[in-house]
Structures are given as structure tokens and as C-alpha cells.
């Protein structure tokens, strides 16, 4: 089974430019996360996605951030315009169930490391 | 809110010794408790889950427990390996969030 898959793997912009991140879940689950995690720091959930709908974005930085999930499969994730602190690993998980946490095990992709200068 | 410590941040220790990773949260009202493995450049890797009415749990040479009611859980890696070398990370679920400790980053020595 394939796993979780994104791209790029590494990005490097300066401050104020615009990027993009890709994610294409495994095949057949439902939910999609979004996470980003800072260096030095545990993942921070951004955004859940149940199919092509958003079940939590209480902590994406709506006025910067953005993110869509097409036809319920992979997903991209857009930061427009960057700042010096969007410096992270960015983390796409994804999980079989309907998003029960409790129940669900999450599957992680390899991330995206981007650097903003 | 929430908030998970997994303390130390760093651990050194030579192959064949025994590990114990501890993680704390705030929160008691907790659905489960998962550790996660990740290597550098790669993502995470769930090791144990261990649901909220369960004490321990075991796979291979790791076990984990919870105490639920100190907030409190720990890790133990029976005869590290050099190929233990990762960061564990711990999470907690309430309220349908997963909140992640920064981990514990350890290098088992040849």
C-alpha cells in the first residue's frame, strides 16, 4: 500500500513570496489533516478535511493561509504572503475513518520543510 | 487547552540499556494516548495506542503505560538498538484534537 505522499520536500522562498504544498493521501481514506510543525515543537494541527469538507480549521492563519481538498482526494496547502515564522515542517496525514480521533490512526507523509529568508 | 511535556528534550544512552521516555499533559479527560516514532526528513510513525480505560500497552520490546489520573505516561524500549535513534513523540486526544508534545529526541550509541 502506498503511503501518504507530498511535494515538494523542500522549499526555500524569502519573505512576502507565495508557496504551495501538495499532498496525495492514501487511497480510499477519508480524512486529511494538515499539520505544521516548528523546530523544536510537536505538530500543530492546521486543517481537517472529511472529503472535500473542512471539519476543523480553528488554527490556520486564515488571513495568510488557505487550503482545498478537490473531489475529496489529495489536497494543497498555499501561504500567500510568507512570513520569517511559517519556517516549519509541514506535515499531511491522513486516516481511513470519518475523523474520530479517538478511534482513528492517523498516517503521516515524509513533510515539507520550508525556510523562509 | 490542553498541553502535553515530554521531558528530557535529549537522551544519550549505549546500546543494550533500557529507555524510559515520560510524557505529562494537563488535561486528564483524555479519549487515548498515542507515542509516535519520526526520523529525520521522514514523517511520523504511530508506535502504541493506548485507549483512555487502558493501563498499559505492549508491542515487541515497547510498552507503554498510562496513568490517567496523574496525567502521566511512559514509555520504556527494552535493550535499545542503534536503530531506536529517533524522536518519540507523545499525543493526546480530547475534544477530538490531537495535542503533541515536542519530543524526546534519542541517540542510542554503538
Known amino acids: 500500500e502506498a503511503g501518504v505522499a507530498q511535494s515538494p520536500r523542500y522549499k526555500i522562498i524569502e519573505k512576502r513570496q507565495s508557496v504551495a504544498f501538495w499532498c496525495n493521501p492514501i487511497?480510499?481514506?477519508?480524512?486529511l489533516y494538515w499539520y505544521q510543525q516548528i523546530l523544536g515543537q510537536g505538530p500543530k494541527l492546521l486543517i481537517q478535511?472529511?472529503?472535500?469538507?473542512?471539519?476543523?480549521d480553528s488554527q490556520l492563519p486564515k488571513d495568510r493561509f488557505s487550503a482545498e481538498r478537490l473531489k475529496g482526494v489529495d489536497s494543497t496547502l498555499k501561504i500567500q504572503p510568507a512570513k520569517l515564522e511559517d519556517s516549519a515542517v509541514y506535515l499531511c496525514?491522513?486516516?481511513?475513518?470519518?475523523?474520530?480521533?479517538?478511534?482513528?490512526?492517523?498516517?503521516f507523509g515524509p513533510g515539507t520543510r520550508l525556510t523562509v529568508l | 487547552k490542553q498541553e502535553v511535556t515530554q521531558i528530557p528534550a535529549a537522551l544519550s544512552v549505549p546500546e543494550g540499556e533500557n529507555l524510559v521516555l515520560n510524557c505529562s499533559f494537563t488535561?486528564?479527560?483524555?479519549?487515548?494516548l498515542q507515542w509516535f516514532r519520526q526520523d529525520p526528513g521522514k514523517g511520523l510513525t504511530s508506535l502504541l495506542l493506548?485507549?483512555?480505560?487502558?493501563r498499559e500497552q505492549t508491542s515487541g520490546r515497547l510498552n507503554a503505560s498510562l496513568d490517567k489520573s496523574s496525567g502521566r505516561s511512559t514509555l520504556y524500549i527494552a535493550a535499545s538498538q542503534p536503530g531506536d535513534s529517533a524522536t518519540y513523540l507523545c499525543?493526546?486526544?480530547?475534544?477530538?484534537?490531537?495535542?503533541f508534545g515536542a519530543g524526546t529526541t534519542v541517540t542510542v550509541r554503538a
Open positions: 496525514a491522513s486516516s481511513p475513518g470519518q475523523g474520530l480521533v479517538y478511534t482513528d490512526t492517523q498516517y
Open positions: 487511497s480510499g481514506h477519508a480524512t
Open positions: 478535511f472529511q472529503n472535500n469538507g473542512v471539519v476543523d
Open positions: 488535561d486528564s479527560a483524555i479519549y487515548n
Open positions: 493506548i485507549q483512555s480505560s487502558q
Open positions: 499525543a493526546v486526544v480530547n475534544d477530538y484534537k490531537l495535542s
